[in-house]
């Protein structure tokens, strides 16, 4: 049995680097390459598997979740890591998107991957978050039981994002087959490329609100009635929106049940089933539901991956490698300072699903210098960390505690309101009444030759 995986992995990795040969001859020269990194940063492949290995092992979802980031990511201006970056004055980010909004997560172990990365690459910023991105689904799917394959690498980072692209360009859960035959054309990509693609739902979940049309709605021969009333048990006609269904009957294991899902007619999405509802998907579904325990399904998805990956990648001068894939470098505190609050701390004083994405990257044993954002917009100078505090979301127990129940709560809404006005007016006061704390002026004190050393 052994034998015949490894046959298997050096089979599909072999005939993906003949694919991936023949994809860039028939498009023009293609830039990218496996080894990008290997004289620059040899360190930098590693390093990212091992923080995606730990991600994934520590919470059911986190695969899914990087996996379908670079998804977004490349369906939006390319594969350009244009999804990660926080709105700023200039930024119209894509993760406050419909397709985004509230859904879209792993950022803090995209932040974490960065900050390991450029360590093994001797502390400078050598690989470019949307490299990051395409390795980090490759690994998250290894990590799932699914088969590796090379990824094509030199991706430069976007210095832009667009929300209304994201909005008009990343694929619905409520599209019928021709809309999605179409939104994948608009890609390069044809009907393979689509379903094989659709059959990264083989790991992850999906909330009730994306689902609840179809099991309450579409009628018996569309959908298994069996099927139906389990998922009606926990996502409700009028509430429950982000109660959670897995996409598959094995959501944490990379197979071809998916399919054979569809076949059944028990796809959760609209967009699932879609794919085989008596249309010209139907065959490529029934033969990746029938295929010895899926290896032509696994070589498919590979192919499309890399052929995904290549959605306008920038290259050469443009774009840049970005020193924080948010698009900042401030704003983090590290694991050891919120792992209590994170796991300890009741609903009553931490939004729930808040804690559950940190502790995707801050394990309940280790990571203790791993890292978080103090609030969802660290690249901003506004008033978002005082809306995150009526949310019960901050990020440390001593910013919660201003939110509690207590006299602050009143200031803190506050600076929540207004776009923050407030809030900068009294920060910069109180800024220059903590500078005059206990100076030292006169003939007291010194000036120093080193701001390291007293003087001699």
Not at 192 to 204: K, M, P, Q
Not at 216 to 237: G, K, L, Q, V, Y
Not at 284 to 308: E, L, P, Q
Request: net charge positive; hydrophobic share 40%; with cysteine.
């Amino acid at each position: 049995m052994a034998n015949s995986h490894r046959a298997i992995f050096f089979t599909i990795l072999l005939l993906l680097a003949v694919a991936a040969a023949a994809t860039a001859s028939s498009a023009g020269f293609s830039p990218l390459s496996p080894y990008y990194y290997s004289k620059i940063c040899p360190k930098a492949l590693p390093a990212i598997r091992r923080v995606v290995e730990a991600a994934v092992s520590g919470e059911r979802r986190m695969g899914a979740s990087l996996l379908r980031l670079h998804f977004h990511d490349c369906f939006v201006q390319g594969c350009d890591g244009s999804i990660l970056l926080d709105a700023t004055p200039t930024i119209d980010s894509e993760k406050t998107a419909l397709p985004n909004n509230n859904s879209a997560r792993g950022f803090e172990v995209i932040d974490m991957i960065k900050a390991e990365v450029d360590k093994a690459c001797g502390g400078k910023p050598v690989v470019s978050c949307a490299d990051i991105l395409a390795v980090a689904a490759r690994d998250s799917v290894v990590a799932r039981g699914g088969s590796r394959w090379e990824v094509q690498l030199g991706r430069r980072d976007s210095t832009s994002a667009s929300r209304t692209t994201a909005n008009n360009d990343i694929p619905s859960p409520f599209m019928d087959l021709p809309a999605l035959k179409s939104s994948f054309q608009k890609q390069g990509l044809n009907e393979r490329d689509l379903v094989a693609l659709s059959g990264g739902h083989t790991i992850g979940f999906s909330q009730c609100q994306f689902f609840r049309n179809r099991i309450f709605n579409e009628t018996a021969d569309n959908i298994d009635a069996e099927f139906a009333r389990e998922r009606r048990a926990s996502c409700f006609a009028g509430s429950g929106d982000a109660n959670l269904g897995s996409l598959d009957g094995s959501p944490t294991r990379f197979d071809a049940s998916y399919f054979k899902n569809l076949v059944e007619k028990k796809g959760l999405l609209h967009s699932d089933q879609a794919l085989f509802a008596g249309g010209s998907t139907d065959s490529v579904v029934k033969g990746y539901a029938g295929s010895n325990n899926g290896r032509s399904f696994w070589f498919d998805f590979a192919s499309s991956m890399v052929k995904m990956g290549n959605i306008k990648p920038l290259t050469g001068n443009s774009g840049q490698i970005r020193v924080n894939c948010r698009g900042h470098t401030i704003g983090f505190s590290q694991c050891q300072f919120f792992r209590n609050r994170i796991f300890n701390e009741t609903e009553a004083n931490i939004d729930a699903e808040f804690a559950r994405e940190r502790r995707a990257s801050c394990f309940a044993g280790s990571g203790d210098a791993n890292l978080g954002s103090l609030d969802g917009s660290p690249a901003r100078f506004d008033g978002s960390y005082f809306k995150n505090l009526v949310e019960k979301k901050g990020l440390l127990h001593s910013d919660q505690a201003l939110f509690a129940g207590g006299s602050t709560d009143s200031v803190v809404k506050g600076y929540g309101s207004n776009n923050g006005r407030s809030f900068w007016f009294d920060f910069a006061s109180s800024m220059v009444k903590m500078g005059n704390i206990k100076p030292l002026t006169g003939n007291r004190g010194q000036i120093r030759v080193n701001c390291r050393k007293v003087n001699a």
